[in-house]
């Protein structure tokens, strides 16, 4: 056991030594909650990567005094890039009629920021399976694996094996911590998949995706979420991805004429509502407005067979779905019936997938949700004793450029201070918000090297389907490599600070609950 009181008391005695005083009156050390975890040895402890980021936190939580959590909650906005949370702010502000560039998101507010360096062991520009690994095992990895060291080959079973790192909810679940993961893609993809499942690469999200591996040892991230052997698994877990857990021959319960994709016959819906009497499988709003959280109930809930809808095109939804902000209120709700505390990841994923098909807009409204149920959270919880940390896996490459006026819509033409149309070198005018790359690209192969940009002026460049233009072409738009912000407030937030390689993020968290040293 580790005393929680070891680290103030020290800072405390520090200060006292380097103070100029006239009397030997020894302040009182703060209170430090201790919680009385074990610290654990994961497997991954002789890695470089854990051992530089853990002696940089330790260091900084020393110098800091930084206090212990009851709770952790990790808020992953994928693709949430500064200028993402940027153009977030001032669309957040304009929907409500404020001044946009002086709004504040609810992140925003958090008094502990520092940025994260994303690249991953083998990736300059990562993508989203190696950043969260970073951010869930101390570790930094290869892209496009999960749940191994550096030393895993993607996409080749035989030869990762042995490799397995181990999760910061694996270890919490083996202290009896309660554990979620909430997310509005599918929850089998990368970022929520980090959490539970280990896979060379990260497309195995179903049994046909694995193939022939499967003989050698490696099981779809599927079937890993409900087979998670550490404690006695997720409490809940809440998103898209309903097909990875239905047989080929189910027919899905809310589109007609569509199955499951499972061909290995396994129902694993059905065996996680055989587990016990509470555990509970749910699709569409009305089962979700059905179940009382305050309760003992283990939901999975998967509300589409793919990813959630577009918080834009939420309310189209035929059955219904929740939104990220009840999807977090509810997670809190079951969670924090535990009294030895819980860790619970949300992740606003397709922030990402909007930018990939550079579309802003649905962007910016994800962007915004996912603040909103930042803000849930904050409201939710007390923070003497919940680390609320918020971040971004990567950034993508949306720009915000052009000299537009204070106060223009934030996805609108670009205007100067008398409302007159900005325009280019070429006399057409453009947008404030535009992207490196994609499909919205102004010149393309067909053009055989002679084109020229198309003329905004009459196009509705604010409505929910425009594409920004691009400065070259490619069929998805691609991640950005640079630094993305950390955001962070509550019990052991202090941890947080400076220009921090990703993986200590994993420390931030892990250290605060007293898993790790």
């Not at 554990?179 to 980090?194: K, N, Q, W």
């Not at 690469?201 to 409900?226: P, T, Y």
């Not at 319960?253 to 587990?275: C, F, I, M, Q």
Request: hydrophobic share 40%; proline share 3%; net charge negative.
């Amino acid at each position: 056991m580790k005393s929680s009181l070891f680290s103030a008391a020290l800072l405390s005695a520090t200060m006292l030594a380097g103070c100029e005083t006239q009397t030997a009156v020894e302040a009182p050390a703060p209170t430090v909650p201790s919680y009385g975890r074990t610290i654990v040895t994961p497997v991954q402890a002789e890695d470089s990567y854990y051992t530089t980021a853990q002696a940089r936190v330790s260091a900084r939580a020393e110098t800091r005094g930084a206090g212990q959590a009851r709770n952790v909650i990790i808020f992953v906005g994928d693709g949430m890039g500064i200028s993402t949370i940027t153009a977030a702010r001032i669309y957040a502000g304009q929907s409500q009629g404020l001044d946009g560039e002086s709004y504040q998101l609810t992140m925003e507010t958090f008094p502990n920021v520092a940025l994260s360096k994303t690249y991953s062991d083998n990736f300059q520009t990562a993508d989203s399976a190696a950043t969260a690994v970073a951010m869930m095992s101390g570790v930094k990895t290869d892209s496009g694996t999960l749940g191994f060291d550096r030393n895993v080959q993607a996409g080749n079973c035989a030869a990762s094996l042995g490799h397995e790192v181990e999760s910061l909810f694996s270890m919490a679940e083996a202290q009896d911590f309660s554990t979620g993961v909430v997310s509005t893609a599918r929850i089998t993809h990368a970022t929520p998949a980090a959490t539970y499942s280990h896979s060379p690469s990260r497309d195995w999200e179903f049994d046909g995706a694995v193939g022939a591996q499967a003989e050698l040892g490696c099981r779809d991230i599927a079937s890993q979420l409900i087979d998670f052997p550490a404690g006695d698994g997720l409490e809940l877990a809440m998103g898209g991805g309903r097909s990875n857990f239905m047989t080929n021959e189910q027919a899905d319960p809310e589109y007609e004429g569509r199955t499951g994709r499972r061909g290995d016959g396994r129902d694993l819906v059905a065996e996680w509502s055989a587990k016990s009497d509470d555990h509970t499988f749910i699709y569409d709003q009305a089962g979700f407005d059905a179940i009382d959280f305050d309760s003992d109930v283990r939901v999975l809930g998967l509300f589409e067979p793919s990813h959630m809808q577009f918080e834009q095109d939420r309310p189209n939804d035929t059955a219904g779905e929740p939104s990220l902000s009840e999807l977090t209120a509810a997670a809190i709700t079951r969670l924090s019936r535990d009294e030895d505390g819980f860790v619970l990841m949300v992740e606003g994923g397709r922030i990402d997938h909007a930018h990939h098909g550079g579309n802003a807009h649905r962007a910016l409204v994800d962007a915004v949700a996912f603040d909103d149920a930042i803000r849930t959270a904050v409201e939710m919880t007390d923070a003497s004793e919940t680390m609320i940390l918020v971040t971004a896996d990567h950034s993508h490459t949306m720009t915000i450029a052009g000299y537009a006026a204070r106060g223009n819509p934030i996805l609108g033409l670009a205007r100067s201070e008398v409302g007159a149309l900005l325009r280019a070198s070429d006399g057409r005018p453009y947008t404030t918000l535009g992207y490196a790359n994609g499909p919205g690209a102004v010149c393309t192969a067909a053009d055989n090297g002679a084109c020229e940009r198309g003329d905004l002026t009459d196009v509705d460049v604010e409505a929910p389907d425009y594409q920004q233009q691009s400065t070259y072409p490619m069929g998805s738009e691609t991640h950005g490599g640079e630094d993305v912000a950390i955001f962070a407030t509550g019990a052991g937030s202090e941890r947080v600070g400076g220009v921090m390689e990703q993986n200590e993020i994993f420390f931030a968290l892990a250290q605060s609950l007293g898993l790790v040293d």
